[in-house]
């Protein structure tokens, strides 16, 4: 079973069918889904989001959907992710519209207390292209340290991070 997660502002709720309008604006939108393999047609949106509710079953952890408390609006994903043969991964994304405003942040924080307290890891990963400018900032901002530059199996070199868990969870 997916725990539902809460913050201040935001509900963090398992993938669902009736999310497939939030992948197909994030994923069909180039300059929004760059940094996440898109842009991708409509059906490969919808996939992305099948694969997002089975990575539970897969693994027992996943990506949740931020969803704004106030008015129930689904605003993008934040949580875990390992491709086959990859590390385990903190992620997120929003919707160009939220971008800016926290969500992002206080997203993560909940999801890695989730990590380390919920499902017990000892520690709480990430990585990025190096391009990625804002995600590095925001792991910055989330107190990851680098602790490794390893090869990926997509043949690129990246940073690997560790994330503390966080004081305010």
């Known amino acids: 079973m997916v725990p539902d997660l809460e913050t201040e ?3 963090l709720v398992p993938p669902a069918g009736q999310h497939a309008e939030l ?4 994923y ?3 300059a929004a889904s ?12 919808w996939s992305r989001l099948a694969q997002d ?10 990506v949740w959907v931020m969803e704004t408390r106030a008015e129930g609006r689904a605003v993008g994903t934040c949580g875990f992710w390992q491709g086959r043969d990859w590390p385990r991964e903190l992620t ?15 997203a993560s924080l909940a999801a890695i207390a989730h990590a380390y307290d919920g499902f017990g890891w000892a520690d709480v990963q990430t990585y990025m292209d190096d391009g990625n400018e804002a995600a590095r900032k925001l792991v910055l901002r989330l ?10 199996p997509d043949g690129k070199m990246r940073d690997l991070f560790t994330i503390p868990r966080p004081d305010r969870f």
């Open 34 to 45: 760059g940094h996440y393999g898109g842009p991708l047609t409509p059906a490969q949106a």
């Open 143 to 152: 107190g990851g340290d680098i602790v490794d530059r390893i090869a990926f």
């Open 53 to 62: 509710i089975g990575h539970w079953q897969l693994r027992g952890f996943g």
């Open 28 to 30: 069909t939108d180039p």
């Open 9 to 11: 502002r935001l509900r």
């Open 92 to 106: 997120w994304w929003l919707l160009p519209e939220a971008r800016g405003t926290g969500f992002a942040t206080e």
């Open 23 to 26: 992948y197909d604006r994030f």
